[in-house]
């Protein structure tokens, strides 16, 4: 343990671990230090990485009880600062708890460890002509427990729903070490409060998830891309609003602007899809059985939205090389800056009005800042992202989210509160509704051990 005077916590831990999987040394735990962005950053007191469900119960039993408080972190994803030690708490890493059960092809369903990775369990799930229903972009390295943990999104909701919608059994260790487990799978259920799917979208505050049965959905055969240059945030949504209805196998209806794609295409070093620019770029996905880009390409001919910059693709590499221009705007965000990002969504009706005002919204609080803004339009779901902002310097992220609130929307469309957006919870949740988790929590955690400060301010 590298120490002169060993710590009784400390050796404890290393009894129930493995020395090997307690990790002290600064160099060894600053990975687990900041979130994705690089926006919020601390510095682990230590990192206990745990095989299994009983050795988290036992670590989380005895950190406790030593009263030192405990952040759960899966593939460290986050981009609210949901799973960072910001003032030197322990980092819990699930990474391990990664075994993927056998496939049950007749329930389509899984069994999965907290750590499993997205992609492992796509993988897992494609030999039986199935697949999992959420998909994102951080798919490498996002687990499943923390994807649960924080009820991810991502590119697929308007087809398959959140991730809560996938959950159909948790285990879970909470603060006092106990154990809760509804794993079995009869597929109904109806015996008393639903705890997994109140742990679903905690963040860690009411208890560590360690184990998940997952749904599956048929994986499709086929698939066709669309990517389209369109005039207006109008047209968009009125095509959006269109391709609802008249594509049955409709599962990804992206949206991004010209600013986004020329960041996009400096950073991937890629040419733009058209030498012109567009107003507004809408990315639409179908898949099923059978052909698909027949009557994706029939649909768009006889839309008046889609003019001449319109590219339909059915081969993966094409299909990839479109949905690139949208996937990449993340990293590519990241390579010019630090940003603040607020994943915020509106009524589809106030869309156009929020887009109108959102940059000058920016802009009067800190005119040199660049907002680069994309998102899931089907759920009027916006990644506001703004570069140029000190870390701490919160006034535009008020700003904008105070806009939301005012446009009837929410300040946390898929990626959480984390500690990012804490202070601002009361724009769109309600006194009584805080109090009524605040007292979740006090239940569940009386002592503050599960991911302090987050959620809550
Ligand atoms: C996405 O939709 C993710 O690509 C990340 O939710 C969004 O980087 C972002 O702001
Ligand atoms: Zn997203």
């Known amino acids: 343990l590298n120490r002169d005077v060993p710590d009784p916590l400390l050796l404890r ?34 990192v206990v ?22 952040v759960p972190q899966g593939g460290n994803t986050s981009l609210v600062g949901g799973a960072t030690p910001l003032h030197g708490e322990a980092v819990l890493s699930l990474g391990r708890l990664s075994e993927i059960g056998a496939v049950d092809p007749a329930g389509q369903e899984v069994l999965a460890g907290a750590g499993a990775t997205l992609a492992a369990l796509q993988d897992a799930a494609r030999p039986h002509g199935l697949r999992f229903g ?50 079995t799978g009869a597929g109904k259920d109806n015996t008393g409060y639903d705890l997994p799917n109140l742990l679903a979208g905690s963040e860690g505050t009411l208890g560590v998830i360690t184990r998940l049965r997952l ?7 086929d698939r066709a891309v669309a990517l389209l240059g369109l005039r207006s945030v109008a047209d968009a949504l009125s095509l959006v609003g269109a391709a609802r209805a008249a594509l049955p196998g409709l599962e990804a209806a992206e949206a991004f602007f010209q ?11 890629v040419a733009p899809p058209w030498p012109e620019a567009h107003a507004v770029y809408v990315l639409v996905e179908s898949a099923g059985t059978g052909d698909q880009l027949s009557p994706l ?37 990241n390579a010019a800056g630090v940003p603040h990002k607020l994943d915020v969504a509106v009524p589809l009706a106030a869309l156009e009005e929020f887009l109108a005002r959102a940059n000058e919204t920016v802009s009067t609080v800190e005119p040199n800042a660049r907002v680069v803004t994309f998102g899931h339009l089907a759920e009027g779901n916006l990644h506001v992202n703004i570069l140029g902002l000190e870390p701490e310097d919160e006034r535009a ?54 991911n302090p400060g987050v959620i809550f301010p």
């Open 49 to 70: 990485r745990p095989a299994d469900t009983a050795e988290v119960a036992a670590v989380v039993a005895e950190c406790g009880a030593a009263g030192i408080p405990v």
């Open 259 to 269: 600013d986004g794609l020329e960041l996009v295409c400096a950073h991937a070093g």
């Open 397 to 450: 992220d008020e700003a904008i989210l105070r806009l939301v609130a005012d446009l009837g929307g929410s300040i946390s469309a898929e990626h959480g509160i984390g500690v990012a957006k804490r202070r601002f919870l009361h724009l769109t949740r309600s006194a009584a509704d805080i109090a009524a988790m605040r007292a979740l929590k006090a239940a569940l955690d009386p002592r503050g051990i599960l």
């Open 215 to 221: 749904r599956l959905v048929p994986d499709p055969s």
């Open 297 to 333: 390409a029939e649909f768009l001919a006889e839309r008046p939205e889609v003019g001449l910059a319109a590219a339909v693709a059915a081969e993966a590499r094409d299909r990839e090389r479109l949905w690139a221009y949208r996937e990449r705007h993340t990293e590519a965000v």
């Open 134 to 183: 959420v998909d994102l972009a951080s798919r490498d390295s996002a687990t499943v427990g923390g994807m649960a943990a924080t009820n991810a999104g991502g590119i697929h909701v308007l087809r398959h729903g959140m991730m809560r919608a996938q959950v159909a059994g948790m285990e879970a260790v909470l603060a006092d070490g106990s154990v809760i487990s509804r794993l």
């Open 13 to 46: 831990l290393a009894g129930i671990v493995g020395p090997d999987h307690l990790l002290t040394d600064p160099d060894m735990t600053s990975g687990y230090g900041s979130d994705w962005t690089g926006r919020f950053r601390g510095s682990p007191r230590f």
